[in-house]
């Protein structure tokens, strides 16, 4: 999962039984396609194998994005991927039995990209949706 840190929009992600380099590597590519980022644009992330590997941060240069990692043992510095997850598992998982992976991956989806981005406000993007947010922050930047 890769969240935009203004706005917390969630801009790519990927869903997998493991957390392996292939699955961020996923989630980084679905995010790049959908965003198509300037030169420059500094990702951020915990300092997990997945995110220090070669093919991670080759992926990373060959789109010139700056890798930012967090200090070590300071869960602080990643606090908006963090607090996605609370918020994901409180509000999405929390007592609910599914009863397949395909109504895992679904409800995951819905959740995501219909309700996450579309319709859940926030306070730190002034109580807009995500996208709200994200897409009026693109246009004035744009425009400047």
């Known amino acids: 999962m890769i969240v935009d840190w203004p706005s917390r929009l969630v801009v790519g992600w990927a869903l997998a039984d ?9 989630a980084l590519r679905d995010a790049i396609a959908r965003q198509r980022p300037e030169p420059g644009l500094v990702h951020h992330s915990d300092r997990g194998c997945q995110y220090t590997s070669y093919d991670y941060q080759k992926a990373l240069r060959d789109n010139h994005i700056v890798s930012s990692m967090s200090r070590k043992r300071n869960c602080w510095d990643n606090a908006v991927a963090e607090s996605f997850w609370a918020t994901i598992k409180r509000e999405l998982t929390d007592g609910i039995e599914r009863e397949s992976e395909e109504e895992s991956q679904a409800a995951i989806f819905e959740y995501i990209e219909v309700y996450y981005n579309r319709k859940r406000l926030h306070s730190t993007p002034d109580y807009m949706t995500p996208q709200e947010y994200h897409y009026s922050y693109k246009e004035s930047a744009e425009a400047a």
């Open 18 to 26: 493991h957390m392996r380099t292939e699955l961020c590597l996923e």
